[in-house]
């Protein structure tokens, strides 16, 4: 489903934030990205969703060839991916449903299908009731489930979370991760999930990789932190 | 395909962008203020510069060439210079004046002792016949008085001389300043709205993210902000064409008996409409292109 091949990314100001990364991450896998900052995780994932183009090398998602897409056909694209980011980024000026439809809005769904889908997918994430909210009267935890309400709800092959409980406290923290396994269990959604969580790393146990300085240090299906790593 | 979904979904868009100028309601508020105030401005230095455009026009037009015929030949042979006078380029008019109706225009300017006077000299009339000439161009008058003074059988032809010309000058000036200010005026007021409205959209730039991070096409994420723009332009150009049909029909009604017929003021119908019309478009055109430049600074891939 993911795939990188001697995948460099050099920035502009000299940074070689991706250097020679190999990886293979196969459909329906749950995987977790860890690193220090400024490890290159960031970048990483920028790379998957077309937000940075590789300087060198192939990154391959969901089929595509992502450095081969025209700048045009980028939107289409990105709708192979859910993202959900550590600051939610909800549209504050939107409701809840309203956030959550958007998604399925720009893909042209037929009304009914997307009133539907969106309460089939609030439903999942546990924030029916909160349909009409606008995001300011919610709380942190229920902020970034409706982001993920929104990456989910048109069946993404690719969900990605940048730091989903970095702003969140250890108990909404692992709702929010029991919510993404739940998610990888029914809707066989490969899930990326960069933290700097131990706790969690160490409680709900996938493979994980460990990034450093630009380059992949272990990648182990047995999951935890790697001793002498913190 | 793009295409086909955008206006298909044109009516969505517009609910969305009054959607947005509602919930963003203070700017909103201030990016219609900007178009009004900016548009009464333009609108109401318009007015004034076209209206003494006309006026400069109408003077001009009231300059005029005097030909005064030679005094020995008849009105009949005088009257066969007519052609020869349309001829010249740049003559728009010629009026002949026979030798009895210069005497009567004579007779006309004296007092009563004076019309006595002059009305003993019927029998022989010691005038000449002469034309009026109306020009094209105020500006070609001098050359035309000359060309008109060479031809047969005229004793001479006048314009006014020096001070028409300086006259005409003046005016010329007049118009082409008030041209430039007006043109000025409305690139700057062309700026200041574009900039409000980028403002609004700067701050919505979070927005315009994720609707790129969900997939929306650079069109569909364009659209509503354009539509917007054109919401705006509409609304804010509301107040100056009120201000502008109230306050130039009041101007005209009261304007009417004070100015003399040479320096009237233009009929206000259709020309508040024309006013209108050019208002809304600018308005529209504007919020328009303003808010198309600004988003796309924030589409780039």
Redesign the interface.
């Given at each position: 489903m993911i795939k990188l091949e001697n995948v460099t990314k050099v920035y502009k100001t000299g940074v070689r934030a991706v250097n020679n990364m190999n990886i293979d991450i196969g459909e329906g896998e749950f995987v977790y990205v860890i690193g220090p900052t400024g490890a290159g995780k960031s970048t990483f994932i920028k790379l998957l969703y077309r937000e940075e183009k590789a300087s060198s090398g192939k990154v391959i998602v969901a089929g595509q060839d992502v450095s081969k897409i025209k700048n045009r056909k980028v939107p289409y694209f990105r709708r192979n991916i859910g993202v959900v980011f550590q600051n939610f980024r909800l549209l504050p000026k939107k409701t809840v449903f309203e956030n959550v439809a958007f998604t399925l809005e720009v893909t042209d769904t037929p009304k009914v299908q997307i009133r539907k889908k969106v309460r089939r997918t609030l439903e999942l994430v546990g924030l029916e009731d909160k349909a009409n909210a606008f995001p300011h009267e919610l709380s942190g935890g229920q902020q970034q489930r409706v982001a993920i309400a929104r990456a989910i709800v048109n069946s993404p092959k690719v969900l990605i979370a940048d730091e989903p409980t970095g702003n969140l406290d250890p108990d909404t923290s692992n709702e929010i991760i029991a919510l993404l396994e739940r998610i990888n269990e029914v809707n066989h959604t490969t899930i990326l999930v960069v933290t700097h969580d131990k706790e969690i790393v160490q409680k709900h146990k996938k493979r994980t990789i460990l990034i450093e300085d630009g380059c992949i240090k272990t990648d182990t299906s047995v999951g935890g932190y790697v001793d002498g790593i913190h | 395909m793009e295409f086909i979904?955008c206006i298909?979904?044109l009516p969505?868009h517009c609910k969305t962008a009054f959607?947005?100028i509602w919930?963003?309601g203070v700017m909103s508020v201030s990016s219609i203020f900007a178009v009004t105030i900016t548009l009464l401005l333009i609108s109401v230095i318009g007015v004034i510069a076209i209206n003494i455009q006309d006026m400069t026009y109408s003077i001009e037009d009231s300059l005029t060439i005097y030909v005064q015929m030679d005094r020995e030949i008849s009105d009949e042979e005088a009257q066969k210079l007519l052609p020869e006078i349309e001829a010249i380029d740049g003559v728009k008019t010629a009026t002949f004046s026979s030798k009895e109706e210069e005497l009567d225009k004579l007779i006309e300017m004296q007092d009563e002792d004076g019309k006595a006077l002059f009305e003993s000299y019927r029998e022989n009339n010691p005038l000449g016949a002469a034309y009026v000439v109306e020009v094209n161009d105020a500006q070609q008058i001098d050359a035309v008085t000359e060309q008109i003074s060479t031809l047969d059988h005229v004793n001479q032809a006048t314009s006014g001389g020096e001070s028409t010309h300086a006259l005409v000058n003046s005016l010329e000036t007049i118009r082409n300043g008030g041209a430039i200010f007006v043109v000025g005026l409305t690139i700057i007021a062309l700026f200041m709205i574009a900039n409000t409205i980028k403002m609004t959209i700067t701050s919505r730039q979070?927005?315009i993210?994720?609707?790129?991070?969900?997939?929306?096409?650079?069109w569909?994420i364009r659209l509503p902000y354009m539509l917007e723009g054109i919401f705006i332009g509409l609304l804010g150009s509301l107040i100056p064409i009120l201000v502008i049909y109230f306050g130039y029909t009041w101007l005209y009604s009261g304007a009417v008996d004070l100015l003399p017929a040479m320096l009237s003021l233009r009929e206000p119908f259709p020309f508040i409409w024309q006013c209108s019309g050019i208002m809304v478009a600018l308005g529209c055109g504007v919020g328009l292109i303003g808010s198309f430049v600004s988003v796309r600074k924030f589409l780039?891939?």
């Open positions: - | 979904s298909r979904n969505k959607q947005n919930r963003n979070t927005e993210g994720i609707m790129r991070m969900v997939g929306a096409s650079n569909y780039k891939f």
